[in-house]
């Protein structure tokens, strides 16, 4: 069983930055996909960001260049880096993991807020 644990959001000034960081506990392998998402009040959740096993980065369009997904596979992290953090970036991230053998399935952290307000 996998269980996937955030911290490091918060309350953020326009421009500012956060880091967010997620634990996996349980049996994470490489070859999982570990992403982000975010959920806005009134609103569908949505990607923000994912990353292999290899490295390999994918990024929605609204934070490239902002944002930075990193892992350590060694450790079972995964951190976002949020930079030049703008209002409507704020939100309810969540930590994903997914695996798609034998069977596809996600794993979902509880979540942690981030309020980016003045």
């Known amino acids: 069983q996998v269980q996937l644990v955030e911290s490091g959001g918060g309350l953020v000034q326009p421009g500012g930055s956060l880091r967010l960081s997620c634990a996996a506990s349980?049996?994470?392998?490489?070859?999982?996909?570990m992403g982000w998402y975010r959920q806005a009040p009134g609103k569908q959740r949505e990607l923000v960001a994912t990353i292999t096993g290899g490295g390999s980065t994918d990024y929605a369009e609204s934070v490239k260049g902002r944002f930075t997904i990193s892992r350590d596979n060694t450790k079972n992290t995964v951190t976002l880096q949020m930079n030049s953090l703008k209002p409507e970036d704020t939100a309810v991230y969540y930590c994903?993991?997914?695996?798609?053998?034998?069977?596809?399935?996600?794993?979902w952290g509880q979540g942690t807020q981030v309020t980016v307000s003045s």
């Open positions: 994903n993991a997914f695996r798609q053998y034998p069977f596809p399935k996600d794993y």
């Open positions: 349980g049996s994470i392998y490489v070859s999982y996909v």
